[in-house]
């Protein structure tokens, strides 16, 4: 894939739907940004994806119709196996679970673990509704009938958490599964945040300057775990204030649940946003007690911008926290860690130390570095017998 091959590398990726503010998309955007200043002929294979967001880039859209959550799954994975097969691509990377890839990069984790952490949480008689759940038996039926695909040659995952879950659940070779996490611009997201919102923001929502606001940037609080950030919450002293940024259907139902207690005051509820990037210059502390996610972009963003990040074990940051650098890492359900740790990040000099750490480590995962592990992966596909 040098610059002087006279035939580009044709590319599919597939991804059903757009959004701006999901994890995948993100991840997509920002690799055809990069991948695009290669040789490299992209098309994505979508149901609904503005021009706006992927450049020079063909776009290719199924057909609309369909009918319920199963159908319009079932439909969109039959129309990107037919058009597979009719055209001349030389690589598909697909971020759905379809079995006609040669790639596929599993953004969204498994779903049969997401389902065992989500067990956790439910009665017997929750478990036992999702268990005849036709959306949740189809997505792991198609889980399952991916990483048993004959076709398929790689899988890009974005943690080492997710490569092992594959391993556990699915038994893919360790020499299919490739470790690329997500690349982070820290030209964007950079310590000096700080300096340009913090007192402006803090006026703004009616913050103290001396508090110490909490961050948490996750689509989907469920998963993200704000039910048990919640719970935390009025357990912490008066001094600490939090932020939830991000998409919420049950948005409303969050906000009357936290006004039910005084400490709900000092909660603020800003739903998605299309520049987070102000949130980061006003926060302390970047939290995220999630039950289950892979790799989120916004915990990378926090510490890019010199945030330390109380993290939980089900999430793909821990590569980077590891022992300590950077934040703490505590069990989603574990409430006495997470205010132990919560407590003890309540002291700035901690806070100013593990901020240090958190943008060092956050700097090893640049685009640049991401695009090469990409191209190295097409490579070593292209040249296999």
């Known amino acids: 894939m040098d610059n002087d091959q006279s035939r580009p590398l044709s590319l599919a990726l597939v991804r059903q739907k757009y959004s701006p503010f999901g994890g995948a998309e993100r991840f997509l955007e920002r690799a055809i940004q990069h991948l695009g200043q290669e040789n490299l002929a992209l098309t994505v294979l979508t149901r609904s994806w503005p021009a706006a967001a992927t450049g020079q880039v063909a776009i290719r859209t199924c057909p609309a119709k369909t009918w319920g959550r199963w159908h319009r799954d079932w439909r969109f994975s039959r129309w990107v196996c037919q058009t597979v097969a009719r055209e001349a691509f030389d690589l598909v990377q697909s971020h759905e679970r379809i079995p006609c890839c040669d790639i596929f990069r599993a953004g969204d984790g498994v779903h049969r673990e997401w389902l065992r952490q989500r067990a956790r949480v439910h009665s017997p008689w929750d478990h036992w509704l999702t268990s005849l759940s036709p959306f949740h038996r189809r997505v792991l039926a198609a889980e399952a009938a991916l990483f048993h695909s004959h076709r398929l040659r790689a899988v890009i995952c974005n943690s080492t958490m997710v490569r092992d879950e594959i391993r556990t659940h699915y038994q893919v070779p360790a020499q299919r599964l490739w470790v690329i996490p997500n690349g982070v611009d820290g030209t964007l997201f950079h310590p000096g945040l700080q300096a340009q919102h913090r007192l402006k923001m803090r006026e703004s929502l009616a913050i103290p300057e001396a508090a110490v606001v909490l961050l948490l940037v996750g689509s989907g609080y469920f998963r993200k775990g704000v039910d048990h950030l919640l719970k935390l919450f009025p357990l912490l002293p008066e001094s600490v204030w939090l932020l939830v940024v991000g998409n919420e259907r049950h ?74 650098q950077g934040g703490r890492v505590a069990d989603a359900l574990d409430q006495n860690a997470w205010l132990e740790h919560l407590h003890a990040l309540l002291d700035p000099a901690l806070r100013h130390a593990l901020g240090i ?29």
Not at 358 to 385: F, H, I, N, S, V
Request: with cysteine.
């Open 251 to 324: 948005l409303k139902r969050y906000r009357h649940r936290a006004a039910g207690h005084p400490s709900g005051e000092r909660i603020r509820w800003l739903g998605p946003q299309q520049d987070v990037r102000p949130f980061y210059g006003t926060a302390d502390l970047f939290v995220l007690p999630a039950l289950y996610d892979p790799f989120p972009n916004a915990a990378l963003e926090a510490m890019a911008a010199g945030l330390p990040v109380v993290v939980s074990t089900k999430c793909g940051t821990v590569d980077l926290i590891g022992q300590g």
């Open 357 to 385: 750490q958190a943008r060092a480590m956050a700097m090893t995962l640049t685009l640049e570095q991401m695009t090469a592990r990409l191209l190295e992966l097409y490579r070593e596909l292209l040249t296999q017998p």
